[in-house]
């Protein structure tokens, strides 16, 4: 697509936002625990070089976990600047000193973590290019990132158990989110239930989502999203990497082209030449 974009003859466009692509992060695992650490790794994240880097600038980069333009989502949120000497400060408060072979410890410990991929799906290609572009940057910072691709229901299988360090995920999307995608975070279904168990206000998240499903007041249903997106945006438990968009490529001379209201609903019918 991105070879057509300045054609005369023809047109790209892309869409709003639809999900995001995101990285979990266990918050019961003995390193992620620490907020600290969580927070390292977004400031270590360079989202605008994976944007255009790895998706060749189709897929904006994301600061938050939904896109400001999904419903009761534009939330003022402070996004989590790529700064590596923010990250270092982080890892150095927290105790994680920088050893003469590069790589960060504390208490004999060493900073590493495991990342989980899948291997078997259509889109796996861009997880493990994604991986292996962060295992090099964190490296930097003394940060060993171990990489390790699974068969599909394997994957799946250990994210809701909870067997994982760091695990790539992507949002539900439109028409679905956020309330879908939030209302699974209650129970082991993905693994967001088992990542965030390490969350001191887990439970407050939990019961202001269930709110959220029931409430039929606009004005409670909003304020109930904004403590929601807050409290998962301040506990760092999402990096999130960019937002997927529906891409259309098209000959100039076709008019009327425009994007529907979800990832799937494509308008045939309002197309026409002149």
């Not at 994301?62 to 999904?70: G, H, N, Q, R, W």
Request: glycine share 6%; with cysteine; charged share 25%.
């Amino acid at each position: 697509i991105s070879q057509y974009v300045d054609s005369d003859r023809f047109t790209v466009s892309l869409s709003d936002p639809t999900s995001t692509r995101h990285i979990v992060l266990n918050t019961t695992h003995d390193i992620l625990g620490d907020t600290a650490v969580r927070k390292a790794l977004q400031h270590a994240t360079n989202r605008q070089a994976i944007s255009e880097g790895i998706f060749y600038g189709l897929e904006p980069a994301a600061d938050t976990l939904y896109s400001p333009t999904v419903p009761y989502c534009d939330v003022d949120l402070e996004p989590y600047a790529y700064d590596t000497e923010e990250a270092a400060r982080l890892l150095d408060e927290a105790g994680w000193v920088m050893g003469s072979d590069g790589g960060r410890s504390k208490n004999g410990q060493k900073l590493e973590l495991d990342k989980k991929i899948p291997v078997t799906l259509a889109m796996s290609t861009k997880p493990k290019t994604i991986s292996e572009y962060l295992q090099s940057e964190y490296l930097k910072l003394g940060i060993s990132l171990n990489i390790h691709g699974e068969e599909e229901q394997s994957y799946r299988d250990n994210m809701k158990a909870g067997n994982f360090d760091m695990v790539f995920n992507i949002c539900w999307g439109m028409p679905y989110d956020p309330q879908s995608s939030l209302a699974a975070m209650r129970a082991p279904v993905y693994g967001d239930y088992a990542a965030q168990q390490g969350l001191e206000d887990k439970a407050e998240i939990d019961q202001a989502i269930t709110d959220i499903l029931t409430s039929t007041d606009e004005a409670e249903r909003q304020e109930l999203y904004d403590f929601v997106l807050t409290r998962l945006h301040e506990d760092a438990v999402y990096i999130p990497l960019t937002y997927e968009t529906n891409k259309a490529l098209y000959t100039s001379e076709l008019k009327g082209v425009h994007f529907g209201t979800d990832q799937y609903d494509v308008d045939f019918a309002s197309m026409y030449f002149e």
